[in-house]
């Protein structure tokens, strides 16, 4: 299975997949005749490094720049939320000016990558992911017929993608697990969709969360370790994901003090067998209706 989340807006993608040592001919700069094309028409999904980025570059918080900055979408069928780069009606950046992007040194990911796509494949059976990556080429690109060829990896090496992609990587693993684990029944709980969004992108509220008497009465952490989780978004946004393992697959990530695992257990038992009886009843009352006037 394979979790995307750069592909540009109305993107034709070369199907050829790629490796770090395969040569790619592109060069983009201020003089070339389509300059600022490709952010005229973004389609920018955002990563939760993203976020931390482009909000400390903004001199704003997460809630306030995923207020301003960002749109809701779906990133699944169950409805698994995400946060978009905000454009005009006709989808232009908001970042973009005549000079160019004006948060170039904390621009997102996906802006990094271009023309690249990349995507993780986790084969069957196996616990390590590989990355793969694929040409994009649009229509207005010129950079693609620029006198300039070089491998992936230097590519990547000089757009410095290095630590978005070792911060995002335990984030874009749990998508990858998600996605490889199949459907699930039904549409996951709000508050279940809620906290992930939280966990991924909203540091401000997930900072309130952790550092609640209610959290700290269930998990058993040292007071040091709350003491970096209030003051470093870095490693709040991780363990946001260690959160999400232990909530969404059960893996004990996070030492919790004692009865507190048994009763989530439970707890998360009762929850499940609920949604699988109402799915089950939906269905039943679905197929009722189909042969009721038959």
């Known amino acids: 299975m394979s979790e995307k989340f750069d592909l540009p807006f109305k993107s034709d993608m070369q199907p050829q997949m790629l490796d770090l040592g395969s040569k790619i001919q592109f060069r983009c700069h ?3 005749s389509c ?3 490709c952010c005229k028409k973004a389609d ?11 909000k400390d570059h903004l001199g704003k918080s997460s809630t306030e720049f995923l207020k301003d900055h960002t749109v809701p979408f779906q990133m699944d069928k169950e409805g698994l939320p995400g946060a978009k780069l905000k454009t005009t009606d006709e989808g232009v950046c908001l970042f973009m000016t005549e000079e160019g992007c004006s948060v170039y040194k904390d621009r997102p990911t996906a802006c990094r990558y271009y023309p690249l796509g990349h995507m993780s494949m986790l084969a069957s059976g196996s616990k390590t992911d590989e990355t793969h990556y694929f040409m994009v080429k649009e229509e207005h690109c010129k950079g693609h017929e620029e006198d300039r060829v070089l491998p992936i990896a230097d590519y990547l090496k000089e757009q410095e993608t290095r630590q978005y992609d ?13 996605r490889s684990m199949g459907p699930t029944v039904g549409r996951p709980p709000e508050a279940t969709l809620q906290m992930f969004f939280m966990c991924s992108f909203d540091m401000e509220r997930l900072r309130r969360f952790v550092l609640s008497d209610n959290f700290k009465k269930t998990y058993d952490l040292e007071d040091s370790t709350y003491e970096v989780l209030e003051k470093e978004d870095n490693s709040l946004m991780q363990f946001g994901v260690r959160l999400m393992k232990q909530a969404f697959f059960g893996e004990r990530t996070i030492p919790e003090k004692d009865g507190a695992w048994e009763k989530r257990v439970e707890e998360r038992q009762e929850v499940w067998d609920a949604r699988r009886q109402a799915e089950i009843a939906r269905q039943q009352q679905a197929e009722d209706e189909k042969y009721k006037d038959a």
Do not use: H, S
């Open 30 to 32: 201020k003089g070339i």
């Open 35 to 37: 300059f600022n094309a």
């Open 44 to 54: 920018i999904t955002l990563t939760p490094y993203d976020v931390i980025r482009l």
């Open 166 to 178: 070792e911060m995002n990587r335990e984030w874009m693993q749990l998508m990858l697990k998600r």
